[in-house]
């Protein structure tokens, strides 16, 4: 167990819907990373927060956004939903702001099966 | 333009032997690279790592190697348990600060038979 905590585990929704993905990150830790990882991809970086500010953009579509609250939970949120958009979204959490040590940990992740 | 490749989506090798993952990437100014497992249903969690001043780091049955000329670096396990059946990736960065992102390959899956 990470300590990062997603909801739901899985979803199936139909085009053109809107959810939200819900993420808790391990206890002190202040950045929060949002992965997609489909079918044959690696783990693409979506988008990144630190103590409630965003920091870093990634290969994140208009269509989405996210959000880090004072409670440094985090939402990732998928609108206007294409087929395309089904994939596993993994949360991670961070004490600092940098990805480049073994300081990362990841959620289990979430299903999102769009039909 | 995938900067962090890994050119083999699975591998299958008898449990004893070495698994040898490989890992190539393009983008000259990444100093930190890592490996991350991956088990059905769970998060990728962290393995093992290596910086850009080393060539070899060794942790238990886990070695990665690093050629910073050839762009390459590799996963070796040995020996091979069939409980190190998973998705391997493969991820570097560079940058300060925020600005430090991982970048993933697609990932290895290694199955170890029995």
């Known amino acids: 167990d990470s300590g990062v905590t997603q909801t739901p585990k899985h979803l199936i929704t139909a085009t053109g819907q809107r959810v939200t993905l819900r993420c808790s990150p391990r206890?002190?830790?202040?950045?929060v990373y949002w992965y997609q990882q489909s079918l044959d991809q690696g783990l693409q970086f979506l988008i990144q927060?630190?103590?409630?500010?965003?920091?870093a953009k990634g290969n994140i579509l208009e269509r989405f956004s996210a959000q880090q609250f004072p409670d440094l939970h985090s939402e990732l949120n998928l609108s206007s939903l294409e087929l395309g958009d089904s994939a596993l979204y993994f949360c991670?959490?961070?004490?600092?702001?940098?990805?480049?040590?073994?300081?990362?940990?990841f959620g289990e992740g979430s299903w999102l099966t769009v039909v | 333009d995938q900067q962090v490749k890994q050119n083999s989506p699975s591998l299958s090798v008898q449990e004893g032997r070495i698994s040898i993952l490989n890992c190539d990437y393009t983008?000259?100014?990444?100093?930190?690279f890592l490996w991350y497992k991956k088990y059905p249903a769970e998060g990728p969690t962290f393995l093992i790592s290596?910086?850009?001043?080393?060539d070899k780091n060794e942790d238990g049955r886990f070695t990665v190697f690093l050629n910073k000329s050839a762009k390459h670096l590799s996963l070796h396990i040995v020996p091979s348990q069939p409980g190190d059946s998973a998705v391997y990736f493969c991820?570097?960065?560079?940058?300060?600060?925020?600005?430090?992102?991982?970048?993933f390959g697609s990932g290895t899956q290694l199955t170890v038979l029995p």
């Open positions: 991670a959490s961070s004490p600092g702001l940098g990805q480049g040590s073994n300081t990362i940990y």
């Open positions: 206890s002190g830790d202040l950045s």
């Open positions: 927060y630190y103590n409630g500010e965003e920091r």
């Open positions: 983008n000259s100014m990444f100093d930190y």
């Open positions: 290596i910086s850009s001043i080393k």
């Open positions: 991820a570097a960065s560079a940058g300060f600060g925020s600005a430090r992102q991982l970048t």
